[in-house]
């Protein structure tokens, strides 16, 4: 199965910076990754489809880059609603989750 | 509005079985594939089985293979998750997730979860 390596597992960041998660893949994907958020007691949400192209209402200060096994997603000028976990997933085949990355106020 | 409703979740022994629902509402049931994914206590996300839009192809990761059987009635916009052989391991949220299918597979949309505690 393809294994999928997400980083960092913690994050702090103040209220309008810039912050990027990290996301790799144990072999090619081919540009097929999502990226998921999930607030605490709530069900996760998807915000990036494609590695690039922006899910429905979600907001344009995120954004999702990366090709081959490499992915990242970019948080814009952090809001507060945007304090949350971050996920990764391979859309390949085995539909193989990343071990999040929890993204905190400082 | 896209609507997915879980049920049937609760507290079963290791061993035994339990049978998950999904309703679905919001849109046409039978043009989507639909998933079920899992959350263990504080811990990450883990795909469990996905169906095609005629329930002709199953896929599951071998975490399940041979216990877990996903199904679904089109006429009824349901989905089901009949869990057999049931496992400590297998203690979890499971979510109804829509798969959206364009390049891959990505659930595009999920119910609010339903508890599933394995425990003597």
């Known amino acids: 199965d393809i294994q999928m390596t997400q980083s960092p597992a913690s994050l702090s960041a103040s209220l309008g910076e810039t912050v990027t998660i990290e996301c790799l893949a144990s072999?090619?994907?081919?540009?097929?990754l999502a990226w998921y958020q999930q607030k605490p007691g709530k069900s996760p949400q998807l915000l990036i489809y494609?590695?690039?192209s922006l899910h429905t209402g979600v907001p344009s200060r995120f954004s999702g880059s990366g090709s081959g096994t490499q992915y990242s997603l970019k948080i814009n000028s952090l809001q507060p609603e945007d304090f949350a976990s971050y996920y990764c997933?391979?859309?390949?085949?085995?539909?193989?989750f990343g071990s999040g990355t929890k993204l905190e106020i400082k | 509005e896209v609507q997915l409703v879980e049920s049937g979740g609760g507290l079963v022994q290791p061993g035994r079985s339990l049978k998950l629902s999904c309703a679905a509402s919001g849109f046409t049931f039978s043009n989507y594939y639909m998933a079920w994914v899992r959350q263990a206590p504080k811990k990450g996300l883990e795909w469990v089985a996905t169906i095609s839009t005629s329930g002709s192809r199953t896929y599951y990761p071998d975490s399940v293979k041979g216990r877990f059987t996903i199904s679904r009635d089109n006429a009824k916009s349901s989905l089901y998750l009949q869990m057999n052989s049931l496992k400590s391991e297998d203690t979890a949220t499971y979510y109804c997730?829509?798969?959206?299918?364009?390049?891959?597979?990505?659930?595009?949309?999920w119910g609010q979860g339903v508890m599933v505690t394995v425990s003597s």
């Open positions: 072999e090619d994907i081919y540009d097929i």
């Open positions: 494609d590695a690039s």
């Open positions: 997933q391979n859309g390949l085949s085995a539909l193989t």
């Open positions: 997730a829509r798969t959206a299918t364009t390049k891959g597979y990505y659930f595009d949309y």
